[in-house]
């Protein structure tokens, strides 16, 4: 890398935007694709200024970039070895036009916050790939994105409806903007005139203008959208379309509004059983009035099988060569949707089906469903043997010959023994995807691969005059085949195109247009074997966007993609300097709040390997250390409380805080919330006919204190008693703790006492589970809970034995009916934990709010808030990272009052918004007063 370019770069947009770090570059090596890439340089630039101004020094210097926002993309598209642009912490921007019919969106911006923003108009975006939690505009437009329902007729190309371009000599213009149009016309005369000159030629020769527009009838991302030569006339417009599936070969799409399309509320849902995979492609056809229609052989079934309840028994028993079509009917209302559900029973009951069809319009079902469906790559690349990779490919043919299709699919994966291979996708448009997990870079692997796509080539474009890639995008994957596919004709004008628009080549250069015939076999990404939690990973991305340290060190994918790469000896010089960078980026800012696992198709919990990591920092004399503390709880916990309080006053001197603050320069200790209190305890009591066993957890004993209100345990005390209840408060409490906190830093043997201890004292006091437990803390109901379900040892079924309740659940449960709302709030924000996600509380957090508040806001880019009990004492910057958009949000929301279910969680939004957050026991017991 040109040490004069980075100069340039650091002081025209900022050094703190620049990275040459080992442990960035290899970071952002992997995308979800089969190739890898360490980049030389990571640029993270935070405004269109910035890209513009990186744009001209890239062309300055002959350096090629590459633009990158969420990874999610397949084909290698978003990596590269020289300057990757890392997009994904910025350019967040929405704006809703015309009352939801568009929406003004920023590259960094994922589909699935497009589509929250959305929700309250009925509207959504017309792209819906599987991807649409966690993939971001910016590649949704580059890839020409499609998915589940949009077909080919509300894709980003045919939904666009204007674009903010800039030009790779950092050049921008504004399509909506006349001034915008006259300027490049004037400005870029060659570039202007070439494209009309590119059109004109288009427009008089019938053979290649029918041959453009026969080639869209189906999905088709391969190469770049000719269409748009024949479908606009201004220059600008054609520009701003050819952008639409450029890959970033084209310059930088600022932002795009998007007209948006009806979000259906009235749906059926079946899930339709057939004897093999072409007897189900032979039945889409006759479904094409469906709002989709995803078909899936009977491997793809067996990934999915035993989470598709109340299915699973159904889908274990079929047979072997059974293929299944998820079929979804949409309906303007619900007398639309019954008036046609009769007839759709029928039509259903004529197909060859193994298992008679049954409809659902139940919402939650249905979700289940789809997020079967949107998991199924991931799911798929789980069951590939360790060490092995998950390669997906992407073809499309016209929908009558798809059974066809996946029949010499399926020849050709036996000729080449790829007996794991699993064929779905999206039937409705002839749209299949097809998965095989070769063992790269073995020689003899990648031979055989070579052969196969020789042969997938051959079938596609030369039997079915198909298309290689109908929505994951040409990449370096197709690359070397765009010619066979269009011709020799209309490749050399997409080639005109590239030279027009990006003469230097400095765009994303060897993607979509590469001369090399064989760059699809080069960089292929090995995934070795580095720990049994997370090496069923692909590196899909789906987890980034539920991860509080992602706009501050690395995700969950990145935790691992550096791992893997670790494995090879060829940077066993630089081992040290990453793992030094690695302990801090990887490890000590992991929240390990376990929401990635929740976004994860198959569930890996990468906060899970983090907790292994520290185990494994951890020596024999710190292990001894967490022992004692966790067999001397009681004395520890009056010491942490007597601490606690003076540090925590709002009078503290400034020569304390003073201290403090140096002593953490040189010893790691928290940070203390400035809001933080300790509680005021309550007496242990001993009720013999209690109706629950409270359990005050060691959060609410050593910090749930308000500055202006009751503690929490004061507070479940006044709600008990108000509501007629018995209440038993647990004996000896401040000795018991769940031990999280200790699992969270490493020490699993110091945790295992912990919980143990607590187990048999509320299995003794709960009279083995004949009382209902009650703990205050969501994260440590969750961690009951989890391991009553985890585990099958005494300490398991122990747990088992006893019936833990959450607070929420209980204020929900037993106290709601029992209390009478006398003084309802106006309108507040709500914060839901990372374990209530979990937990799937989020039900019960509504039901307390909807009994005491007229309005609720529950921000849309609530997630962990990074506190993960003391994480983010031990390192406030990760908590101010992960709060900084929410904390926007609500700075600009007028709410009288502010809840959560978890201290910790409220002394971090407190912190980042100014606002006092409370327990949402303090609006119960505030609305029935």
Request: with cysteine.
């Given at each position: 890398?040109?040490?004069?370019?980075?100069?340039?770069?650091?002081?025209?947009?900022?050094?703190?935007?620049?990275?040459?770090?080992?442990?960035?570059?290899?970071?952002?090596?992997?995308?979800?694709?089969?190739?890898?890439?360490?980049?030389?340089?990571?640029?993270?630039?935070?405004?269109?200024?910035?890209?513009?101004?990186?744009?001209?020094?890239?062309?300055?210097?002959?350096?090629?970039?590459t633009f990158r926002a969420a990874g999610t993309s397949l084909s290698g598209q978003a990596?590269?070895?020289?300057?990757?642009?890392?997009?994904?912490?910025?350019?967040?921007?929405?704006?809703?036009?015309?009352?939801?019919?568009?929406?003004?969106?920023?590259?960094?911006?994922?589909?699935?916050?497009?589509?929250?923003?959305?929700?309250?108009?009925?509207?959504?975006?017309?792209?819906?790939?599987?991807?649409?939690?966690?993939?971001?505009?910016?590649?949704?437009?580059?890839?020409?994105?499609?998915?589940?329902?949009?077909?080919?007729?509300?894709?980003?190309?045919?939904?666009?409806?204007?674009?903010?371009?800039?030009?790779?000599?950092?050049?921008?213009?504004?399509?909506?903007?006349?001034?915008?149009?006259?300027?490049?016309?004037?400005?870029?005369?060659?570039?202007?005139?070439?494209?009309?000159?590119?059109?004109?030629?288009?427009?008089?020769?019938?053979?290649?203008?029918?041959?453009?527009?026969?080639?869209?009838?189906?999905?088709?991302?391969?190469?770049?959208?000719?269409?748009?030569?024949?479908?606009?006339?201004?220059?600008?417009?054609?520009?701003?379309?050819?952008?639409?599936?450029?890959?970033?070969?084209?310059?930088?799409?600022?932002?795009?509004?998007?007209?948006?399309?009806?979000?259906?509320?009235?749906?059926?849902?079946?899930?339709?059983?057939?004897?093999?995979?072409?007897?189900?492609?032979?039945?889409?056809?006759?479904?094409?009035?469906?709002?989709?229609?995803?078909?899936?052989?009977?491997?793809?079934?067996?990934?999915?099988?035993?989470?598709?309840?109340?299915?699973?028994?159904?889908?274990?028993?079929?047979?072997?060569?059974?293929?299944?079509?998820?079929?979804?009917?949409?309906?303007?209302?619900?007398?639309?949707?019954?008036?046609?559900?009769?007839?759709?029973?029928?039509?259903?009951?004529?197909?060859?089906?193994?298992?008679?069809?049954?409809?659902?319009?139940?919402?939650?079902?249905?979700?289940?469903?789809?997020?079967?469906?949107?998991?199924?790559?991931?799911?798929?690349?789980?069951?590939?043997?360790?060490?092995?990779?998950?390669?997906?490919?992407?073809?499309?043919?016209?929908?009558?010959?798809?059974?066809?299709?996946?029949?010499?699919?399926?020849?050709?994966?036996?000729?080449?023994?790829?007996?794991?291979?699993?064929?779905?996708?999206?039937?409705?448009?002839?749209?299949?995807?097809?998965?095989?997990?070769?063992?790269?870079?073995?020689?003899?692997?990648?031979?055989?691969?070579?052969?196969?796509?020789?042969?997938?080539?051959?079938?596609?474009?030369?039997?079915?005059?198909?298309?290689?890639?109908?929505?994951?995008?040409?990449?370096?994957?197709?690359?070397?085949?765009?010619?066979?596919?269009?011709?020799?004709?209309?490749?050399?004008?997409?080639?005109?195109?590239?030279?027009?628009?990006?003469?230097?080549?400095?765009?994303?250069?060897?993607?979509?247009?590469?001369?090399?015939?064989?760059?699809?076999?080069?960089?292929?990404?090995?995934?070795?074997?580095?720990?049994?939690?997370?090496?069923?990973?692909?590196?899909?991305?789906?987890?980034?966007?539920?991860?509080?340290?992602?706009?501050?060190?690395?995700?969950?994918?990145?935790?691992?993609?550096?791992?893997?790469?670790?494995?090879?000896?060829?940077?066993?010089?630089?081992?040290?300097?990453?793992?030094?960078?690695?302990?801090?980026?990887?490890?000590?800012?992991?929240?390990?709040?376990?929401?990635?696992?929740?976004?994860?198709?198959?569930?890996?919990?990468?906060?899970?390997?983090?907790?292994?990591?520290?185990?494994?920092?951890?020596?024999?004399?710190?292990?001894?250390?967490?022992?004692?503390?966790?067999?001397?709880?009681?004395?520890?916990?009056?010491?942490?409380?007597?601490?606690?309080?003076?540090?925590?006053?709002?009078?503290?001197?400034?020569?304390?805080?003073?201290?403090?603050?140096?002593?953490?320069?040189?010893?790691?200790?928290?940070?203390?919330?400035?809001?933080?209190?300790?509680?005021?305890?309550?007496?242990?009591?001993?009720?013999?006919?209690?109706?629950?066993?409270?359990?005050?957890?060691?959060?609410?004993?050593?910090?749930?204190?308000?500055?202006?209100?009751?503690?929490?345990?004061?507070?479940?005390?006044?709600?008990?008693?108000?509501?007629?209840?018995?209440?038993?408060?647990?004996?000896?409490?401040?000795?018991?703790?769940?031990?999280?906190?200790?699992?969270?830093?490493?020490?699993?043997?110091?945790?295992?006492?912990?919980?143990?201890?607590?187990?048999?004292?509320?299995?003794?006091?709960?009279?083995?589970?004949?009382?209902?437990?009650?703990?205050?803390?969501?994260?440590c109901t969750y961690a009951l809970v989890q391991r009553a379900a985890a585990s099958d040892?005494?300490?398991?079924?122990?747990?088992?034995?006893?019936?833990?309740?959450?607070?929420?659940?209980?204020?929900?449960?037993?106290?709601?009916?029992?209390?009478?709302?006398?003084?309802?709030?106006?309108?507040?924000?709500?914060?839901?934990?990372?374990?209530?996600?979990?937990?799937?509380?989020?039900?019960?957090?509504?039901?307390?709010?909807?009994?005491?508040?007229?309005?609720?806001?529950?921000?849309?880019?609530?997630?962990?808030?990074?506190?993960?009990?003391?994480?983010?004492?031990?390192?406030?910057?990760?908590?101010?990272?992960?709060?900084?958009?929410?904390?926007?949000?609500?700075?600009?929301?007028?709410?009288?009052?502010?809840?959560?279910?978890?201290?910790?969680?409220?002394?971090?939004?407190?912190?980042a918004t100014g606002r006092p957050y409370y327990s949402i026991l303090h609006l119960l017991?505030?609305?029935?007063?």
């Open positions: 890398m040109q040490r004069n370019f980075i100069r340039s770069v650091e002081k025209a947009i900022g050094v703190e935007k620049v990275s040459t770090r080992w442990i960035d570059r290899l970071a952002l090596s992997s995308d979800a694709s089969f190739y890898s890439l360490v980049p030389a340089c990571i640029v993270r630039p935070t405004s269109v200024d910035d890209v513009a101004s990186l744009l001209r020094l890239a062309g300055e210097h002959r350096l090629p970039l990596i590269s070895d020289s300057v990757l642009v890392d997009i994904s912490r910025s350019f967040r921007d929405v704006q809703i036009l015309d009352e939801g019919r568009r929406i003004r969106l920023q590259p960094g911006v994922t589909g699935q916050r497009a589509n929250d923003h959305l929700r309250r108009y009925g509207r959504k975006i017309g792209p819906d790939p599987a991807s649409i939690q966690a993939a971001m505009l910016g590649g949704i437009l580059a890839n020409n994105s499609s998915g589940m329902c949009c077909g080919v007729t509300q894709n980003a190309y045919h939904t666009l409806d204007a674009m903010t371009i800039v030009l790779p000599d950092g050049s921008r213009f504004n399509t909506e903007t006349a001034a915008d149009a006259d300027r490049f016309r004037d400005e870029h005369a060659s570039l202007y005139n070439g494209l009309l000159e590119i059109r004109s030629r288009i427009l008089t020769d019938e053979a290649i203008r029918d041959r453009i527009r026969d080639k869209y009838r189906i999905k088709n991302t391969v190469g770049y959208a000719m269409n748009a030569l024949l479908d606009f006339d201004r220059p600008l417009d054609i520009l701003a379309h050819l952008m639409i599936g450029s890959e970033g070969t084209l310059g930088f799409i600022a932002d795009a509004t998007l007209r948006t399309v009806p979000a259906s509320k009235h749906k059926l849902t079946t899930l339709l059983l057939f004897r093999d995979l072409h007897a189900a492609g032979a039945a889409v056809p006759e479904l094409l009035d469906a709002a989709a229609v995803e078909i899936m052989d009977r491997s793809a079934i067996r990934s999915i099988e035993k989470k598709a309840s109340p299915l699973a028994g159904v889908l274990s028993a079929a047979p072997d060569e059974a293929a299944a079509l998820l079929v979804e009917f949409e309906f303007a209302t619900a007398a639309e949707l019954d008036e046609h559900k009769p007839d759709i029973v029928r039509r259903l009951g004529n197909f060859p089906l193994l298992v008679a069809p049954s409809l659902t319009s139940d919402v939650q079902q249905q979700a289940l469903y789809w997020s079967l469906r949107k998991g199924m790559y991931p799911s798929v690349g789980s069951l590939r043997p360790k060490g092995s990779s998950a390669l997906i490919e992407d073809v499309a043919v016209p929908v009558r010959h798809l059974a066809d299709l996946c029949a010499d699919l399926q020849r050709l994966f036996k000729k080449y023994a790829y007996d794991e291979a699993i064929i779905f996708g999206h039937a409705k448009d002839g749209n299949l995807h097809f998965v095989i997990t070769p063992t790269f870079p073995s020689d003899a692997e990648v031979q055989r691969y070579e052969a196969l796509m020789s042969d997938v080539v051959d079938l596609v474009v030369h039997k079915y005059d198909g298309a290689l890639k109908g929505e994951h995008g040409t990449g370096r994957n197709m690359a070397p085949f765009v010619e066979t596919e269009w011709g020799d004709v209309i490749y050399s004008l997409m080639k005109e195109v590239k030279r027009l628009v990006d003469p230097l080549n400095i765009c994303n250069p060897g993607v979509i247009i590469n001369d090399d015939r064989r760059v699809h076999l080069a960089n292929l990404k090995p995934l070795p074997a580095v720990h049994d939690e997370v090496d069923l990973c692909i590196e899909c991305g789906f987890c980034e966007n539920r991860c509080p340290s992602r706009d501050l060190t690395l995700t969950p994918r990145q935790r691992i993609v550096v791992q893997r790469l670790l494995q090879d000896p060829r940077r066993s010089d630089l081992r040290p300097e990453i793992l030094k960078d690695y302990a801090y980026a990887g490890v000590d800012t992991c929240a390990t709040d376990g929401l990635c696992a929740t976004a994860c198709p198959v569930g890996i919990d990468t906060g899970r390997y983090m907790k292994d990591l520290r185990a494994q920092k951890q020596g024999v004399l710190s292990r001894r250390v967490a022992l004692f503390v966790s067999q001397h709880m009681k004395l520890i916990s009056f010491f942490i409380g007597l601490s606690l309080r003076p540090l925590s006053a709002p009078g503290m001197s400034r020569v304390g805080r003073f201290f403090t603050d140096v002593v953490r320069l040189m010893v790691r200790i928290p940070q203390l919330p400035v809001s933080m209190r300790g509680a005021a305890s309550i007496a242990a009591k001993g009720d013999p006919d209690a109706d629950i066993l409270y359990f005050p957890t060691c959060i609410s004993r050593t910090m749930g204190g308000y500055a202006d209100a009751r503690s929490i345990p004061e507070t479940i005390e006044r709600l008990v008693r108000r509501s007629g209840l018995q209440m038993r408060v647990a004996s000896d409490t401040s000795g018991h703790c769940c031990g999280t906190p200790m699992a969270s830093k490493g020490f699993p043997e110091a945790a295992e006492h912990s919980l143990s201890a607590l187990v048999e004292m509320l299995f003794r006091e709960s009279e083995g589970g004949r009382i209902p437990v009650v703990l205050d803390t969501s994260s040892d005494a300490v398991g079924k122990r747990l088992r034995a006893l019936r833990i309740m959450d607070s929420v659940v209980f204020a929900t449960e037993m106290l709601l009916p029992r209390l009478r709302v006398t003084k309802r709030q106006e309108s507040i924000a709500l914060h839901p934990t990372c374990a209530s996600q979990k937990m799937n509380h989020l039900a019960y957090l509504q039901t307390i709010v909807a009994a005491c508040a007229d309005s609720v806001v529950v921000p849309l880019s609530a997630g962990c808030c990074g506190m993960a009990g003391d994480r983010g004492m031990l390192f406030p910057e990760l908590t101010s990272s992960a709060t900084r958009e929410e904390a926007e949000q609500m700075r600009n929301e007028r709410c009288s009052g502010h809840y959560s279910s978890a201290r910790t969680c409220e002394l971090a939004l407190t912190e017991d505030r609305a029935t007063e």
